[in-house]
């Protein structure tokens, strides 16, 4: 990324306040790997999920994907261009909570075609860190 602390988050391109990756997304995605920063709701994971997407950071998707239903490899497709996320009803998922379900709409751009992602996701809470389940 060129510059983290002047680069929008992607997590937040159609948000009306932009924060930039550096003070949204980029300390989770450090913070995953020594547990020193985690997702304090379904919603904060599926915004970091997101981002990560975006930036192909792979080993993050991993670790924030539940082991029940992780598969062992994943390879993020670079020609996929995410252009924004809406998060569109949330369920659950606070900070005090076990569970989640997080609605949202994914726009991208796959070589000349503009799509979308729209999914509901469930998430679990172990051991104080979040992670993705599954689609319902």
């Given at each position: 990324m060129?510059?983290?602390?002047?680069t929008v988050c992607a997590c937040r391109a159609l948000d009306a306040v932009k924060p930039s990756y550096e003070n949204c997304c980029k300390p989770l995605h450090d913070g995953r790997e020594d547990g020193s920063l985690l997702p304090q709701t379904?919603?904060?994971?599926?915004r970091s999920r997101y981002s990560a997407f975006v930036l192909g950071l792979s080993q993050y998707l991993l670790a924030t994907w539940h082991e029940s239903t992780r598969p062992k490899e994943l390879d993020v497709d670079s020609r996929m261009r995410w252009t924004g996320l809406e998060?569109?009803?949330?369920?659950?998922?606070g900070a005090a909570a076990s569970r989640g379900v997080v609605e949202f709409a994914a726009n991208y751009r796959d070589g000349r075609h503009e799509?979308?992602?729209?999914?509901?996701?469930?998430?679990v809470?172990?051991?104080?860190?979040?992670?993705?389940?599954?689609?319902?």
């Open positions: 060129k510059n983290a602390s002047q379904a919603e904060q994971l599926m998060i569109i009803s949330t369920r659950a998922g799509a979308q992602q729209h999914e509901v996701s469930t998430f809470k172990q051991d104080g860190a979040w992670f993705y389940l599954d689609a319902l």
